[in-house]
Nanobody, 131 residues
Framework: QVQLVESGGGLVQAGGSLRLSCAASGNTFRGYAMGWFRQAPGKEEKEREFVAGISTSAFTTNYGHSVKGRFTISRDNAKNMLYLQMDSLKPEDTAVYYC?????????????????????WGQGTQVTVSS
């Protein structure tokens, strides 16, 4: 099991940047593929949008269509940390951002965008982009 805690959210003007962090507990972090999802205002939990994902080895990354070219996901397995660098932010990026973990210890390149594959979730961090 892993516990996840997000930080770094806040209020930013359109065109600005934010860096989200996700701290993972325990010593098995490197066995999890990690993802960032977001839940926009008025949306249900099952409607969370895949934002970005990274495999255990960081060999594979993937991005949602709406953030490709603006967001960058990375991880530091030595520090049990996951990051999301968000640049050129838009008002439509406003949402609660969640990090999530998918236990795949023997699959260094596996990465899924399917929300149901992620077993562990943080509590979320609010990102608000003003126009």
């Amino acid at each position: 099991q892993v516990q996840l805690v997000e930080s770094g959210g806040g209020l930013v003007q359109a065109g600005g940047s934010l860096r989200l962090s996700c701290a993972a507990s325990g010593n098995t972090f490197r066995g999890y593929a990690m993802g960032w999802f977001r839940q926009a205002p008025g949306k249900e939990e099952k409607e969370r949008e895949f934002v970005a994902g990274i495999s255990t080895s960081a060999f594979t990354t993937n991005y949602g269509h709406s953030v490709k070219g603006r967001f960058t996901i990375s991880r530091d397995n030595a520090k049990n940390m996951l990051y999301l660098q968000m640049d050129s932010l838009k008002p439509e990026d406003t949402a609660v951002y969640y990090c999530a973990a998918d236990w795949v210890p023997f699959s260094p390149t596996r990465l899924t965008t399917n929300i149901d594959e992620y077993s562990y979730w943080g509590q979320g961090t609010q990102v608000t982009v003003s126009s």
